[in-house]
């Protein structure tokens, strides 16, 4: 499907008194959903994502039972362009384990986490996060690394928060182990960004 009549878009700068807020809706439809397993859509978006709501409460799949509770998984990915080697370059870490049935009534709520970047002192439990990368050499992969104040080498190893920052064409994915039914309703992704 495409925006609906919901997207607002308060243009694309900055000004003294207030920071421009817009938000995207995106659904895909039955049409979109009917028979698949995963679905892609491509829109544009320049700024700082700050909240996702991801309203799955008309999905549902060929098979509704506890066991398919869980196969869903959601993520926002560089729509313009992959990495050199082709690989899909993400902005965050795929959030999985959704329940794209009609059981429940599922909208999930996914929020950048502002302090959540400070480390250790700042959990990030609830943030959206991003993966520091591993080198692929046998062995036991290594980290990256960055000097800590006293100049030594530190690994990356943990998870650290994503910004929110996302520009141009803006992936957004769903996909489930289970197809959707041919009967299931839209699914509709609403993204707040400024």
Known sequence: MSDTKH????GTG?????T?????VYEFSTNDLAGQTSVDAIVQINGEVHTIWLD??????TTNTDATTDDGSFVLSCGDYDSVSGRTLTYFNAITKLDFTNVGDPIYKFQTSEGAAMGAAAPMEHALSVSPG????????ASPSVADPAGAATQIQANQAWTG????????????????AADTEKIRVTILYS
């Not at 997207?7 to 308060?10: A, C, E, Y």
């Not at 900055?14 to 207030?18: E, N």
């Not at 421009?20 to 995207?24: M, T, W, Y």
């Not at 591993?134 to 992969?141: E, I, N, Q």
């Open 7 to 10: 997207t607002i878009d308060d």
């Open 14 to 18: 900055r000004y003294g008194s207030r």
């Open 20 to 24: 421009r807020v817009n938000r995207l």
């Open 56 to 61: 799955a409460s008309g999905s549902k799949l």
């Open 134 to 141: 591993l080198s692929a050499h046998s062995g036991a992969p």
């Open 165 to 180: 920052r996302v520009c141009g064409g803006v992936k957004i994915s769903l996909s489930t182990a289970t197809p959707w």
